[in-house]
């Protein structure tokens, strides 16, 4: 072991979840380093939707100003599916980039004295021991945060991909997110703060081959939900692995949060606020972990408490847009009735405030 260097903390991924640990085991005194397999700034598939869950934790740890000056307030959901539309209030939600909301939690966390690798690809232990970039390193503990490309344990065999693209679309309204629902997945679409439009799909692998490029699935999805598929414009696409998985929050040294901890398939943007929370709350056990070994951790147990209520939603909500028939009539119901609307919208968005 002599020779090699060390840290109190390992921190692999530099997304939400990562910079958010990294930054708040840094402001408690404990060495860290922060490890991305990408260059810093790098464009990721995400609806780029911010519940009041992940607000709420930025407020908290009083980073709301500085993390979410880019935001904008997203205050409609326009709900399509088998030609029928509704239009339901969406309050506590903003959209913001990821290069955006990345960038200020990485800051935050270089200020607090992270020290970064970018363009690194790192290879973890349950020891402590990370390869990266060609030099082993030893942790006290390592933080795995590195997305659905994670250690997996079970991944969903008739589970989704996410596909995502931004593009320049004139003609968008700021404040609404578009979702247009179909039997072979969904689309959402938000008008960014820095004027482009995002767009995310949830599809199974076998309805994108079948309409012959992520662009043409958009299309299908909104064409059956009763939108114009010309509004999906031409463009690339970037892929996801399957959404729906599970992963060992702990082992032994590693510690996983957010997307490498397991993930259930979202719908209004929901992986974001379970990566700040989970972000938000791991620095006791990590540092337990690495004062005192992997057995004073409680990790597992605590992301169990903090995620499953929420995730059974989320699960529940994904396997009731499945079948669109039965969102059109849902959509028809609320529709008529603006208690129905509002109850339904706060089952899509988990929103604890009203949505009338």
Same mark, same amino acid.
């Given at each position: &072991?002599?020779?090699?260097?060390?840290?109190?903390?390992?921190?692999?991924?530099?997304?939400?979840?990562?910079?958010?640990?990294?930054?708040?085991?840094?402001?408690?005194?404990?060495?860290?380093?922060?490890?991305?397999?990408?260059?810093? =700034?790098?464009?990721?598939?995400? *609806?780029?939707?911010?519940?009041?869950?992940?607000?709420?934790?930025?407020?908290?740890?009083?980073?709301?100003?500085?993390?979410?000056?880019?935001?904008?307030?997203?205050?409609?959901? &326009?709900?399509?599916?088998?030609?029928?539309?509704?239009?339901?209030?969406?309050?506590?939600?903003?959209?913001?980039? !990821? @290069?955006?909301?990345?960038?200020?939690?990485? $800051?935050?966390?270089?200020?607090? =004295?992270?020290?970064?690798?970018?363009?690194?690809?790192?290879?973890?232990?349950?020891?402590?021991?990370?390869?990266?970039?060609? @030099?082993?390193?030893?942790?006290?503990?390592?933080?795995?945060?590195?997305?659905? !490309?994670?250690?997996?344990?079970?991944?969903?065999?008739?589970?989704?991909?996410?596909?995502? &693209?931004?593009? @320049?679309?004139? =003609?968008?309204?700021?404040?609404?997110?578009? &979702?247009?629902?179909?039997?072979?997945?969904?689309?959402?679409?938000?008008?960014?703060?820095?004027?482009?439009?995002?767009?995310?799909?949830?599809?199974?692998? #076998?309805?994108?081959?079948?309409?012959?490029?992520?662009?043409?699935?958009?299309?299908?999805?909104?064409?059956? #939900?009763?939108?114009?598929?010309?509004?999906?414009?031409?463009?690339?696409?970037?892929?996801?692995?399957?959404?729906?998985?599970?992963?060992?929050?702990?082992?032994?040294?590693?510690? !996983?949060?957010?997307?490498?901890?397991?993930?259930?398939?979202?719908?209004? =943007?929901? *992986?974001?606020?379970?990566?700040?929370?989970?972000?938000?709350?791991?620095?006791?056990? $990590?540092?337990?972990?690495?004062?005192?070994?992997?057995?004073?951790?409680?990790?597992? $147990?605590?992301?169990?408490?903090?995620?499953? /209520?929420?995730?059974?939603?989320?699960?529940?909500?994904?396997?009731?847009?499945?079948?669109? *028939?039965?969102?059109?009539? /849902?959509?028809?119901?609320?529709?008529?009735?603006?208690?129905?609307?509002?109850?339904? $919208? *706060?089952?899509?968005?988990?929103?604890?405030?009203?949505?009338?």
């Amino acid at each position: &072991m002599a020779g090699k260097r060390q840290y109190d903390a390992i921190v692999i991924g530099a997304g939400p979840a990562g910079a958010l640990a990294a930054g708040t085991l840094a402001a408690r005194d404990v060495r860290t380093l922060m490890v991305d397999k990408s260059v810093q =700034g790098r464009w990721k598939v995400c *609806g780029c939707c911010l519940g009041e869950l992940g607000q709420r934790v930025l407020s908290d740890l009083g980073l709301s100003d500085r993390v979410l000056r880019a935001a904008e307030p997203l205050r409609r959901i &326009m709900l399509a599916a088998g030609g029928k539309q509704v239009d339901l209030g969406l309050p506590g939600f903003v959209s913001i980039s !990821r @290069e955006s909301l990345d960038a200020a939690l990485v $800051a935050v966390a270089q200020e607090r =004295g992270v020290e970064t690798r970018w363009n690194t690809t790192a290879t973890i232990h349950a020891d402590g021991r990370v390869q990266a970039g060609g @030099e082993e390193l030893l942790a006290g503990v390592v933080i795995d945060a590195s997305g659905l !490309r994670s250690h997996a344990r079970r991944v969903a065999k008739s589970g989704r991909i996410g596909l995502g &693209m931004t593009a @320049e679309v004139a =003609g968008g309204i700021t404040d609404v997110l578009t &979702m247009a629902v179909a039997r072979g997945g969904y689309v959402g679409r938000v008008e960014l703060p820095d004027g482009r439009t995002d767009f995310a799909m949830a599809a199974t692998p #076998a309805f994108v081959r079948q309409a012959g490029s992520p662009t043409e699935a958009a299309r299908v999805i909104y064409r059956q #939900a009763g939108l114009d598929p010309a509004e999906v414009p031409d463009g690339r696409w970037h892929g996801t692995p399957v959404l729906t998985r599970q992963a060992q929050a702990q082992e032994g040294r590693i510690l !996983r949060v957010g997307d490498a901890a397991g993930y259930v398939e979202p719908f209004t =943007g929901e *992986g974001m606020s379970w990566a700040l929370l989970g972000g938000s709350r791991i620095s006791d056990d $990590a540092i337990a972990c690495a004062e005192h070994g992997p057995d004073a951790s409680n990790w597992p $147990a605590k992301l169990h408490s903090l995620l499953t /209520a929420r995730q059974a939603r989320c699960r529940a909500v994904s396997i009731a847009v499945r079948s669109p *028939g039965l969102l059109r009539t /849902a959509i028809g119901l609320a529709s008529m009735s603006p208690g129905i609307g509002a109850a339904g $919208a *706060g089952m899509l968005s988990g929103s604890r405030r009203s949505v009338a």
